[in-house]
C-alpha cells in the first residue's frame, strides 16, 4: 500500500505533463510567412516599377530650372513622362540602377533575414539558437566582407552581361555607356540578391566552397530551386533575362519611334520580367505551402480516426 501511495502523485504528475504538452505532429509552426512575404513583395515590386518610370523623368539632372521662363510671369508646362524618359537613355538608365541598387540591397537583406528565422526554427536544441543569436554580435565584419563580396559579384556580373549582350547583337562601339548601364542594371536585378545570401561561388575544394558552387550551379545552371527563398531568387532572374531579350525585338522594327531607342526596350523588358517573376514566384510558393499545410492536416486527422 505504501508503494502504491507513492506513485500516485507521479503518475498524476506524469499524465498532467502530458496532457500540457503539445502532440508533436501537431505543432506546426508556420514556416511561410504568407502576409508578410506578400506585402513585401508587393513594396519591393511597386517601388521597382516606381525607380523605373518616375524616378528616371524626375530626376534633378532634367534641369528642373528650365521648365521654368523668369522672364514670363507664368510657368510653361511640364513636359510629357515619355519625353523625359527617352530624351536621354543613358541617364535613364543610369537613374533605374541607381533606384535598383538601393531596392535590391533591402530585398537581399530581407531574404537573408528570412533564410535565418528558417535555420533558427529548424533548430531543435534551444541552446543552439541562444548560442547563434549572441554569435550575432560578432557578424560587424562579416557584414563589410559579404557587402564587398556582393558588390565584387555584382561588377563581375555586369562584365558577363556586357559581353553576352555584344554577342548577342548590340552595337560594340556606338552606345558602349548605354550598353554596360543595361548590363549593369540585369547584375543587380539577377547576381546581387544571390551572391549577397548565398556568397560567392569559391573554387576550393573545402565543403563550404563546394556546397555553394554546387547551389549556384543548381540555382541557376539547372534552374531547380527547392524553397521558397530559392524560387524568390531564381523565378525574377529568369524573368529579368527572358524580359529583356524580349525587349530587343521592337528595336529593329522600323516604327522610329523615340521610345526605340536603345537601350530602353530591353532594359524596361527586364524590370517588367522581374517584377512577373517575383510575382509568379509567390503564387507558386504559396500554392505549395498551402498544399503541404491541406496535406498535413489531412495526415493528422487520420492519425486521430485511427486512434479512436
Known sequence: MPARKGKGPETKKSTARAQAAPPATESSEPT????????????HTSLLAFSALILPASSPSLNIFARWDFSSSE??????????????????????????????????????????????????????????????????????TAFAQTAAMTLAGSAVFYAMTILFGAPL????????????????????????????????????????????????AELSPRTSIERALVYPAIGAVTGAWLGAIPIGLDWERPWQAWPLTPTYGAVGGYIAGSLVALVVSATLELAQVDVTHEAQKAGKSKRS
Open 173 to 220: 562601339l556606338s552606345h558602349p555607356l548605354q550598353t554596360y548601364a543595361m548590363s549593369l542594371l540585369l547584375s543587380v536585378l539577377t547576381v546581387l540578391p544571390p551572391a549577397y545570401i548565398f556568397g560567392p561561388p569559391y573554387l576550393g575544394s573545402d565543403s563550404p566552397s563546394l556546397v555553394s558552387r554546387l547551389t549556384w550551379i543548381r540555382l541557376f
Open 75 to 144: 510657368p510653361k508646362p511640364h513636359r510629357d513622362i515619355m519625353h523625359a524618359l527617352t530624351e536621354n537613355p543613358a541617364r535613364t538608365v543610369a537613374w533605374m540602377c541607381a533606384g535598383a541598387i538601393v531596392l535590391q540591397g533591402w530585398w537581399a537583406s530581407w531574404i537573408k533575414k528570412w533564410a535565418g528565422e528558417l535555420q533558427a526554427a529548424g533548430k531543435a536544441d534551444s541552446t543552439e539558437v541562444t548560442q547563434k543569436k549572441l554569435e550575432r554580435k560578432g557578424r560587424n565584419t562579416e557584414d563589410i
Open 32 to 43: 511561410f510567412p504568407f502576409a508578410r512575404y506578400t506585402s513585401v513583395v508587393g513594396v
